[in-house]
């Protein structure tokens, strides 16, 4: 049985002209795709970030690398959003302006039916060529590593990994959707990764109402107006009825 919402929370969400949506692996976990840093099943606890999440490590063995996503795209098309994405696409009939922050590259919201979603890390559907700007290309499904047909350079996925620029078209969009919001939510983040840690910080800045949901407490916590503790597919529906 669901902790009644604080009425302060509700009223909040209520009156909301624009809402800023951050999320993390945790809103994908109720899916079936393991969150990073879960104490057993993390990602990061099975395997190498070095190895897997940074373009060094995917130059030194590509083939490696692109087998690793090729089976993490696999799952992620396995799987479906849950009742939580549900209830955030959702709420773009209730609130004129809602746009979501994702560090996840599963699409997932997309397919809930979320019209705004900024994916600050990319997205598991496309390739480029790993040597130069070519352009994306959907991701092709190729067991063997495919190779850039303009240079010959192997192909990569359209994530960002770490050490890498995020794509400033869209760290602007989110800025803005930060100053911009009069309620910030963060959902299923552990908070720990830059810069996407740095627009719940900006929307208390522009005076925005933080909220964090989350199973725990995490470094946003302390900086949120409500914290709701529990998982984001039982949680978020409740919060949108
Ligand atoms: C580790 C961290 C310290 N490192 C960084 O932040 C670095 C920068 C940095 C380096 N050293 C530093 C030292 C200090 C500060 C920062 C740095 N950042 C970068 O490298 C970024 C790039 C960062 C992006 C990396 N790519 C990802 N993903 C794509 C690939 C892929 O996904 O395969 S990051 C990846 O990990 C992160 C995982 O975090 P979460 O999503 O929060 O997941 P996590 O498992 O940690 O937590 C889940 C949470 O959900 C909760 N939960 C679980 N289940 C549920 C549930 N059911 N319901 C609700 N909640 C739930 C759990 O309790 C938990 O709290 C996500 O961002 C995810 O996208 N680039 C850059 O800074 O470039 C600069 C630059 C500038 C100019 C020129 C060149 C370079």
Redesign the pocket.
């Known amino acids: 049985m669901l902790e009644p919402f604080d009425p302060g929370l509700i009223a909040t969400l209520r009156a909301a002209r624009s809402l800023t949506i951050l ?5 994908s ?2 899916s079936g795709i ?5 104490s057993l099943v ?3 606890n099975t395997i190498d ?1 070095e190895q ?2 940074t373009l060094a490590g995917y130059l030194q063995q590509p083939e490696a690398v692109w087998g690793w ?1 090729q089976a ?1 795209r696999q799952q992620m098309l396995d799987v479906q959003p849950n009742a ?1 994405h549900i209830a955030l696409a959702q709420l773009e009939q209730h609130i004129p302006t809602v746009t979501i922050i994702t ?3 599963d699409g997932l919201h997309q397919r809930a039916g979320s019209t705004k979603v900024v994916e ?3 997205t ?1 559907n496309t390739v480029s060529c790993s040597a130069a700007k070519h352009g994306s290309l959907a991701w092709p499904d190729s067991p063997s590593l495919p190779l850039c047909a303009v240079c010959g350079a192997p192909m990569r ?1 359209d ?8 794509d400033l078209v869209k760290i602007q969009a989110a800025e803005l959707a930060s100053q911009n919001c009069d309620v910030f939510l963060a ?11 740095t627009f719940p910080m900006t929307a208390r800045a522009y005076r925005a109402r933080l909220i964090d ?4 407490d ?1 470094p946003l916590s302390r900086h949120a107006r409500h914290r709701l503790r ?6 978020l529906p409740a919060l949108v009825a």
């Open positions: 999320t993390g692996a945790g809103i976990a109720e393991p969150t990073f840093r879960d993390g990602l990061w970030l897997v999440a996503y993490h939580g560090q996840n590259i600050l890390h990319g598991i996925p994530v960002v990994w770490f050490g890498e620029r995020l959902i299923g983040t552990s908070g720990l990764v830059a810069p996407a840690a949901l989350n199973l725990e995490t529990g998982t984001a597919a039982q949680l």
